[in-house]
């Protein structure tokens, strides 16, 4: 075997195993100027966006024509030579450039006495690059065999930087893959969370968590209106020492990127605030405490723009065009759960309208139990919340002591407006007010939970009240605790029958009646609370 097809043939093996498109081009180039007798050698690749050849790699090239070669793209449009390569898509050998056709003007000097072999680097039928090697005329001109050699050289290489380049974009492809899929993840993750929730704290605490995971910035802020004006609803910070403007709570007056985003109802960005142009005295005090890139993204609801996300970091251009498009989605996710709260928030406020005049039809038939209802709810839900109780316990625990007494809508307004103590044989028609009461309300879906307690607030603790004599924890805790702040607010409201008694004395009246009417677990409590909302003084000691 001739030494050169030998020689080939090791060299093409060790291309095969490079892994990088530089290495490739590297050896190729070395191996075309050892293997054949050249004076250069030097490698081109397209460049498909700008459609031109940019130089890769020359080897053995004059220092005198190395910026010439550094410096000039090879435009197809401009060089007939390579026009006709790519045309072709096979070897050119031009031996007299001189004359050629092919050989612009400007490039003769350069190919004076050499014998030029151009050839295209051609993978997958695709021209990818080309190689140039030039010969002294002293020698005889590139033999058929060296053509072949060295083109099936020049192909081979091209086909390895082929694989190398699919293999690298197949792999970025995935990295790329990869991170979307992510960010779909966390956006289904803050959908579900944002709209599983219907408190605006949370909602808005959720979304800020999670934005921080998915877009790495030093600050973010939820702006919203307040009194016709923005103001700033929530802000995470950790690292920097934010302007007071940008506190929770405080008021932005005047021109800022926020109020922009706002007003146009589009992302605004600053990528750089030192490079910026202008700026407005707020986002000047934010570059002053640090941040560099700004991002404001409107929070739109029903075609209308409720609010502003403002993101911002330490690092300029930090917010890329994949950044904006994430922050966008969980913008309008934001938007969707906070309306969804509102509106939620305005039904419970009707709701809670509506059961509060129902109750105030009670209160109104008797002078005497005027506001007890309301009291009686206040009570049961600051009392639940003593005790530690979720906020579910809570509301149910303020809804059955607003409606607790529902039930003497039924009973003749003599019994109630009756000023002294009631007779034996008018105590049993005052005892079907619980379950009148669930009569009357069990039509309302919204009230399932808080029937319990309605229905068993005249329950005892040692099982002797009614109307199912339950008995200890037995009884609903709702219950249990609107027993005991009912028979609070009655001893210290004033009856016809007696005056109202001081805190101290009701608590007093409570604990004696304590493990027997009432839960003592519950009176406890109760002391607890009132010990925190009175003075010491008015409350006695336990003993
Ligand atoms: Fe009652």
């Known amino acids: 075997m001739p030494d050169i097809f030998r020689k080939t043939i090791e060299e093409s093996e060790r291309l095969a195993s490079l892994a990088d498109v530089d290495d490739v081009i590297k050896a190729l180039s070395r191996l075309l100027k050892k293997l054949v007798k050249s004076r250069w050698v030097a490698v081109y690749l397209l460049d498909r966006e700008r459609r031109d050849f940019a130089p890769a790699r020359c080897c053995g090239l004059s220092p005198h024509f190395l910026p010439l070669f550094q410096e000039m793209p090879l435009d197809p449009e401009r060089l007939p ?9 096979r070897h050119l050998l031009i031996t007299d450039a001189a004359s050629s056709p092919h050989i612009s003007p400007a490039l003769r000097p350069v190919l004076r006495r050499l014998t030029l072999l151009a050839l295209p680097m051609v993978a997958r039928n695709q021209v990818v690059g080309a190689v140039f090697i030039a010969r002294g005329n002293v020698h005889p001109p590139f033999s058929t065999d060296e053509i072949v050699v060295i083109s099936d050289l020049v192909a081979h290489a091209a ?27 966390t956006l289904d993750e803050i959908n579900k969370a944002i709209s599983s929730s219907l408190s605006h704290e949370k909602i808005i605490h959720t979304a800020m968590e999670n934005i921080e995971r998915i877009v790495s910035c030093e600050f973010v802020a939820i702006v919203g209106m307040d009194a016709d004006e923005l103001a700033v609803r929530s802000v995470h910070c950790t690292k920097i020492t934010l302007p007071s403007e940008f506190e929770a709570g405080a008021r932005l007056t005047g021109p800022s990127l926020a109020r922009t985003a706002f007003t146009r109802g589009r992302n605004e960005y ?63 996710q934001l938007s969707v759960a906070l309306e969804n709260a509102r509106l939620y928030e305005e039904m419970q406020a009707l709701f809670i309208g509506t059961v509060t005049s129902l109750s105030n039809a009670i209160d109104a038939k008797s002078s005497w139990t005027k506001g007890h209802s309301e009291r009686v709810m206040h009570l049961a839900a600051d009392l639940a919340r003593e005790m530690g109780l979720p906020d579910t316990i809570v509301e149910r625990a303020k809804l059955g002591g607003l409606l ?62 009614y109307p199912n004599q339950l008995q200890g924890e037995d009884i609903p805790l709702i219950a249990r605790i609107i027993s005991v702040v009912d028979a609070y607010d009655a001893m210290v409201s004033p009856r016809p029958y007696h005056q109202g008694l001081s805190p101290g004395k009701a608590m007093e009246e409570l604990e ?11 009176v406890a409590c109760f002391r607890r609370y009132l010990e925190k909302k009175l003075t010491p003084q008015r409350v006695p000691p336990t003993v």
Not at 161 to 175: G, K, Q, T, W, Y
Request: proline share 6%.
């Open 512 to 522: 004696r009646c304590s493990g027997t009417q009432f839960d003592p677990r519950v």
């Open 159 to 185: 086909l390895v930087m082929s694989h190398i380049r699919l293999f690298d974009e197949s792999l970025d492809m995935s990295v790329e893959m990869a991170k979307r899929i992510d960010v779909i993840l």
């Open 270 to 332: 600053i990528p750089s605030l030192t490079r910026a142009r202008r700026r407005s005295p707020l986002d000047r005090n934010l570059q002053t405490a640090g941040i560099e890139s700004l991002l404001a993204v409107p929070l739109v609801s029903k075609e209308t723009t409720t609010g502003v996300l403002l993101l911002g970091d330490t690092d300029p251009d930090c917010f890329v065009r994949e950044d904006a498009f994430v922050i966008e989605k969980i913008a309008s």
């Open 81 to 89: 030579l390579i026009k006709e390569m790519l045309r072709k898509k």
């Open 404 to 465: 607790h007494d529902i039930g003497k809508i039924g009973i003749i307004e003599a019994l109630l407006e009756k000023p002294e103590m009631l007779d034996e044989d008018e105590f049993p028609p005052m005892r079907l007010h619980p379950e009148k009461g669930i009569a009357i309300l069990a039509p309302i879906e919204q009230l399932k939970d808080v029937l319990p307690g309605i229905l068993h607030h005249h329950e005892r603790f040692d099982g002797t009240g």
